[in-house]
């Protein structure tokens, strides 16, 4: 954020005004997201507090007429990366290339595609679905988060995650065929 | 080939791309022509949208704690 080029000069009145007006609308959905990345709502309201002093310690860097939500996310993710996730028992990184030998194969895809019913993922309870998309890898639960709760589009993800596109969008494609698999489990286990 | 042995690899990508709102109107159309014939990749588009929005309406949103936003402004003047 230090080296933006683009840096802006608020006044004092300015700051104020960006943070009440720009900023804090974003409260809920980056609660939300704290408490899906930390599944714990006193981490969850540390990363919030945290978000928001960073947001307001480097508002210059926060151009006007941007998007303050993707803006909010990128700092939230980072936070959680370099202060919490480290603290956390979950491993640190997913080995993507094992993940993607399988996920991409015709054989996961067939499996996937012919086995999971429509039916029962609308008769599938709230609890269920957010189970199994609590247990997958953090990378993975973050690109269906921001896409599908939040809203955002992929060039939006590419700057919050620091990747590439083509990145959002393999890893969105891995990420929701894992959610399926979860799914399926679930299915099986419960009888549908 | 028959249509419904045919390499749908292209299309999977495609599928995402018309759900989540990324793709052309051509890549739509393209998209679309294609699911009129293909059973597969017709259960994956279903599929694969009823789950976006199982997960926008079945989720539970929490709540923001009392007084988080109060306590968060009242550091920035400290």
Known sequence: MEDDPLKEDYSEKDK???FDNEFMPHIDSMYNFAYRLTYDEDDAKDLVQDTFLKSYRFINSFQKGTNAKAWLFRILKNSFINDFRKKSKEPSKVDYQEVEGYYNS????????????IDTVKDMMGDEISNALNSLAVDFRTVIILCDLEGFTYEEMAKILDI?????????HRARNLLKEKLHSYAQSMGY | MSAGMADCSEYRD????????????QEE?????????????LDRYNID????QMLKLKLAKMEVPAGLAETIRSKLVQ
């Not at chain 2, 495609?14 to 109107?25: C, F, K, N």
């Not at chain 2, 159309?29 to 990749?41: A, E, G, N, P």
């Not at chain 2, 949208?49 to 976006?52: A, Q």
């Open chain 1, 16 to 18: 104020l005004h960006v």
């Open chain 1, 106 to 117: 015709d054989k996961a895809n067939k499996s996937i595609t012919t086995d999971l019913r």
């Open chain 1, 164 to 172: 590439p596109i083509g990145t959002v969008r393999s890893r969105l």
């Open chain 2, 14 to 25: 495609l599928v995402q791309l018309v759900i989540d709102g990324e793709a052309s109107s």
């Open chain 2, 29 to 41: 159309t393209y998209l679309r022509r294609h699911l009129k014939m293909c059973l597969k990749c």
């Open chain 2, 49 to 52: 949208s009823e789950i976006k």
